[in-house]
């Protein structure tokens, strides 16, 4: 891999990280005390600080680094997280954004990026103050002052180093003199006071001249680590028992070392060691005495470390949690694996082909009649069908990372409109297709954005109403007869449906005597250019943007329908197939040619006999069993000319809650179909949604369900409208 592709790789995880980044910072403008999202947020600026400066991103380094400064400050309890602070995080957040974007396309940042970035530069300094609270009520939290006994391991109160010193009693007979190691300390800093203990003096009687009794508390000022202390005692380390606790100031030092250690699978010893909190021998004591415990339950070695003094308690809780992220990293290192998308594309379009060709060995194992031919179709069409569903898989992602998006729009809009919304989502994990995610972004931006600027109504308003002061937003996605519904709701004012069939009048696009179900007039909103906006504003009320949502997704073969009740909000539902590449399908034919149609979408088929034929004669519906079935004749539909056979067929199709039944002359049944797009030229044909190639070699239709169940409503209206044409006429008599 080139240096070209590793900086993609690394501008993808930022990205990633920047995701992370921001869902933890709307989470703190609720939760401002939530330990772990501050701790997501440090961490995903200090990652990206990190592994910009592998490739030279000075800008994106320099930012980030104050960035970070002021989120340990936040970690530390030394800055308190609010409203403001987080606002201006998510600004940072932005100005990354920017210059990642810049990175990528090998340009230097322009002048209003720098002056951007001083801006914000200038605003994170107040918070790095030391002596005085930054604007915006941010108020410097000073550490209480802690005490504990010498020698027992904890923090101590003092900003010196304590070394606890018990020499043995053969120091002396070894030609040592106990005193020079302690005027050497003087040479690494300043000895502020010694204290000598005299707690191991015996009895005058029992005293031995060449024997050494003494102890020692050393406060040293020092800004030497804790190795090159222990080394002073270098030569009388297998005689004495030394305990060395770094200042209470370099605690924190302490702990931001083990969050910057690299992710790995180290334990928690050599974490200590690598920080500098502990020193190798310590280790190795400890590990010696965990071996002498394993019998008797085999204490831990961070209970060791503590209980012997070695190192305080928050040191060895911050390496536990280093551990625990280093383990937690391994395992998704070893779960997930980033390909390019055009490689997965690539598969799926592999498959595709290896679905038409077990399609076409099927059928020729059938024509020829070979039981054993037969049987290995059979087996091939069964793995085929598991390469096919296993490689769609890795498509499918779930629909919550595109939702958790627009928490951030919810929350800069709100701000802009000056309304309280707050953002409710339902249904993250469901899945859909990736091809299908990168696509839906947009059509659910303008839904919400037009539900928060003309749905929610101001704080007034609502509470005049009887309503709560703030309006709620819902993204909610479930599964429902093969396909994923999306739902964008509001609890808003509704659809003022008199205003829109008044407005609707006006530009022409329906008639005064037409009838409309108020779905149907709800739906008007997506005709080009409509709008019955009082006024223009930031966000919509100029006709554009409903037209482009329903363009964009009917491009993904999804419907997009209004529903509305004034007063009581409004719910725009999308429907979307699960993938665009593969379905399992339906075959049928009429005359000569053939016909496609997913399967989930088929309900039953039934054979169309000759009273059920008489019936129809004439008339768009049959009485099938206890409902009333409207039917569309696909040969008259598509002008197939030929002899209608004397015995035809029933495909019921069903899209959302309504039905319908396709008249076809034979029925051939399931398969695996590669969907293939409809060429521009007849892209704005009704009705066809795609082409397929089968295992024969022919091309075939398939047919777009939902259009063809809307051809069924328009005509149920047409039929309606003379009669409503007449019952108004008699009431208005």
């Known amino acids: 891999m080139d240096m070209e592709q590793v900086l993609q790789v690394f501008l993808a995880e930022a990205r990633d990280l920047l995701e992370a980044m921001e869902n933890g910072l709307l989470c703190l403008e609720a939760t401002p005390d939530d330990e772990e999202a501050i701790n997501a947020v440090f961490r995903a600026a200090h990652t990206i600080k990190g592994s910009a400066g592998l490739f030279g ?15 340990d400050r936040v970690r530390d309890r030394e800055v308190t997280m609010d409203n403001d602070l987080a606002a201006l995080l998510l600004r940072c957040r932005d100005h990354i954004t920017r210059l990642l974007d810049m990175a990528e396309e090998g340009v230097r940042p322009d002048a209003e990026t720098q002056a951007m970035g001083a801006e914000l530069h200038a605003a994170l300094q107040l918070y790095l103050a030391a ?44 030609g040592m003199d106990p005193l020079s ?24 009687t029992q005293m031995e001249p060449e024997s050494c009794y003494l102890g020692f508390e050393i406060e040293l000022r ?27 100031s370099r605690l924190g030092e302490l702990i931001a070392l083990l969050h910057e250690l690299p992710e790995s699978d180290h334990k928690v010893g050599e974490l200590l060691v690598q920080s500098g909190a502990l020193t190798r021998r310590e280790l190795e004591q400890a590990l010696a005495l965990q071996q002498v415990s394993v019998g008797e339950q085999g204490a831990r070695i961070g209970e060791i470390l503590v209980e012997q003094g070695a190192v305080h308690h928050e040191v060895v809780n911050a390496a536990l949690e280093k551990q625990r992220q280093g383990r937690d990293s391994k395992g998704r290192e070893n779960c997930f694996i980033r390909i390019q998308a055009d490689k997965l594309d690539q598969l799926i379009n592999l498959v595709g082909e290896l679905v038409t060709l077990g399609d076409g060995v099927n059928l020729h194992a059938q024509r020829l009649e070979d039981e054993l031919l037969f049987e290995s179709a059979s087996v091939l069409t069964r793995l085929v069908s598991d390469i ?31 309304k309280d919304i707050a953002l409710v989502i339902n249904g993250a994990e469901t899945e859909l297709d990736k091809s299908v995610i990168e696509k839906i972004g947009d059509p659910l931006m303008h839904l919400l954005r037009n539900a928060m600027d003309h ?19 819902s993204l909610n996605a479930y599964h429902d007869s093969g396909s994923i519904v999306i739902e964008v709701a509001d609890d808003g004012a509704g659809i003022n449906t008199g205003r829109v069939r008044a407005k609707a009048l006006e530009r022409g696009l329906i008639q005064a005597d037409q009838p409309l179900t108020q779905q149907e007039i709800c739906n008007l909103v997506f005709e080009p250019g409509f709008s019955t906006a009082e006024q223009v504003t930031n966000l919509s009320g100029r006709g554009v943007g409903m037209d482009v949502v329903r363009r964009n997704i009917e491009a993904l073969r999804g419907t997009v329908t209004m529903q509305s009740g004034e007063g009581a909000g409004t719910t725009a539902r999308i429907r979307l197939p699960l993938t665009l590449a593969i379905i399992d399908a339906f075959q049928m034919g009429i005359g000569d040619s ?9 309900v039953e088929c039934v054979e169309l006999d000759e009273p059920m034929r008489h019936e129809a004669h004439g008339n768009d519906y049959i009485q099938l069993r206890d409902d009333v079935l409207p039917l569309l004749r696909l040969r008259d539909i598509f002008a197939i000319r030929g002899k209608q056979p004397s015995l035809e067929y ?10 319908a039944g396709l008249v076809v002359d034979r029925l051939f049944g399931e398969f695996q179909a590669v969907i293939k797009p409809v060429a521009k030229l007849f892209g704005t044909l009704r009705g066809i949604g795609g082409t397929t190639i089968l295992g024969s070699g022919e091309v075939a239709l398939i047919l777009d369900v939902a259009a063809l169940v809307q051809r069924i409503t328009v005509r149920d209206a047409a039929a309606r409208a003379p009669v409503l044409a007449v019952q108004r006429a008699v009431s208005a008599g």
Request: hydrophobic content about 45%.
């Open 57 to 71: 991103l000075d800008e994106i380094v320099a930012f980030t680094h104050v960035v970070e400064n002021v989120l």
């Open 131 to 174: 002596d005085a609270a930054p604007a915006g009520g941010v108020a410097v939290v000073a550490e209480p002052p802690l005490s504990q006994e010498p020698g027992a391991g904890g923090p101590v109160a003092s900003d010196t180093w304590h070394i606890s010193l018990r020499f043995g009693a053969d120091v002396l007979r070894n």
């Open 181 to 204: 190691f302690l005027r050497y300390l003087n040479h690494l800093g300043e000895v502020v006071y010694v204290t000598t203990l005299f707690d191991g003096l015996p009895p005058a």
């Open 222 to 248: 020092s800004d030497a680590d804790k190795e090159s202390i222990a080394n002073v005692f270098e030569f009388v380390q297998d005689d004495c028992l030394i305990r060395i606790l770094p200042p209470h």
């Open 388 to 418: 096919r569903d296993s490689a769609l898989v890795l498509r499918m992602v779930p629909i919550g990372e595109t939702f958790n998006r627009f928490r951030r729009v919810v929350r800069d809009v709100g701000q802009e409109l000056q």
């Open 455 to 473: 749905g929610i109504e101001a704080a007034e308003a609502r509470r005049a109403q009887g309503k709560p002061g703030g309006g709620t937003v």
């Open 594 to 602: 053939s016909y496609v149609v997913p399967l989930e979408a088929v």
């Open 650 to 659: 029933v495909v019921v199709v069903q899209f959302g809650n309504r039905r």
